[in-house]
Structures are given as structure tokens and as C-alpha cells.
């Protein structure tokens, strides 16, 4: 997944068999050109993305392989910027120590 994460949608073809086929909420897909389609229209190089993958089952039957997991995707979408190019979103939270215990905001 790191490639989808860097953008590099190229680099899946190495990945793929010819046969292969996607299957996501968004679209199913066919082919390896499909799939890196797919991929790079989905994926938008200046956001950041991170693909959390978990519980990977892979079922082989002769020559056939399918792969199941459960995916998390999370995209970040560059914010915008004030004249001091601050997002305008950002706080300042600022605590004071006591002698009693944790510092208290």
C-alpha cells in the first residue's frame, strides 16, 4: 500500500497478475490498467494518505489466489493558510503545573 500512499500508481503493476480484479465500495475493477486507473483517480498525489491494513486472509485454490482484509484509508487534504501561514484552525492550549498534581489546562 505505500505506493498508493506516495502516489506512485505505476509501481502496482509489478504487483499484479493480469487477471486481477478489484473489488471496493467505491467501483469494481478488472485488469492490472483498470486497477492502477483506479487507483491514481481516487488517490490525489498532494493529499496525504494512509492505507491502514488489518486482518489480511488469503484463500489459494490452484491457481488462484483471493485476498481479503479490512482497510482503513484515511485521506488529508492540505488546509488552507492564514497571512502568517498558519492553518486557521490552530489553538494554543497552554497549561500551568501545580505542586498537587498533573499540570491542569
Do not use: C, W, Y
Not at 502516489?7 to 486481477?20: K, Y
Request: charged share 20%; hydrophobic share 40%.
Amino acid at each position: 500500500m505505500k505506493d498508493l500512499d506516495e502516489g506512485r500508481f505505476d509501481e502496482l503493476r509489478s504487483l499484479l497478475v493480469e487477471h486481477a480484479t478489484l473489488r471496493s465500495p467505491g467501483a469494481g475493477v478488472e485488469g492490472i490498467e483498470a486497477i492502477v486507473a483506479q487507483a491514481a483517480r481516487i488517490h490525489v498525489p498532494d493529499d496525504g494518505v494512509l492505507h491502514a491494513i488489518t486482518n489480511l486472509s488469503i484463500d489459494i485454490a490452484g491457481d488462484t489466489a483471493t485476498a481479503r482484509a479490512n482497510l482503513m484509508v484515511s485521506f488529508a487534504t492540505p488546509l488552507a493558510t492564514d497571512e502568517h501561514g498558519q492553518p486557521p484552525m490552530v489553538h494554543s492550549i497552554q497549561g500551568r503545573s501545580t505542586t498537587s498534581g498533573p499540570a491542569q489546562l
